[in-house]
């Protein structure tokens, strides 16, 4: 069983800056996939990044074209933590975010941490 738990959002205006924290437990941390994905109210959630383990010491990063630019995925495998670094935020990035963690072939959410980008 791996726990997520999600924190660093908040309100903030336009063209502003926030970082997600994703803190994960478990040991293999370090082979996890790890991601974010968000839903706005009266959408589905959608996939927003992700960084994958290839081989030791080596990982992929992808994003939705939306945020392409404007956001960053990292990882701290020594803290078992996952971040999302999001900058010239806009009112469209306006949504609950989640943390994902996928093990296998079983996938681990978060509660959510809500993001609200005012104009």
């Known amino acids: 069983q791996v726990q997520l738990v999600e924190s660093g959002g908040g309100l903030v205006q336009a063209g502003g800056s926030l970082r997600l924290s994703c803190a994960a437990s478990?040991?293999?941390?370090?082979?996890?996939?790890m991601g974010w994905y968000r839903q706005a109210p009266g959408k589905e959630r959608e996939f927003v990044a992700a960084?994958?383990?290839?081989?030791?010491?080596?990982?992929?990063?992808n994003y939705t074209d939306s945020v392409k630019g404007r956001f960053t995925i990292s990882r701290d495998n020594s803290k078992n933590m996952v971040y999302l670094q999001m900058n010239s935020l806009k009112p469209e990035d306006t949504a609950i975010y989640y943390c994902?963690?996928?093990?296998?072939?079983?996938?681990?959410w978060g509660q959510g941490t809500q993001v609200t980008v005012s104009s």
């Open positions: 994902n963690g996928v093990v296998g072939a079983i996938n681990y």
């Open positions: 478990g040991r293999t941390f370090s082979s996890y996939n």
């Open positions: 960084i994958r383990w290839i081989r030791t010491g080596t990982y992929y990063a």
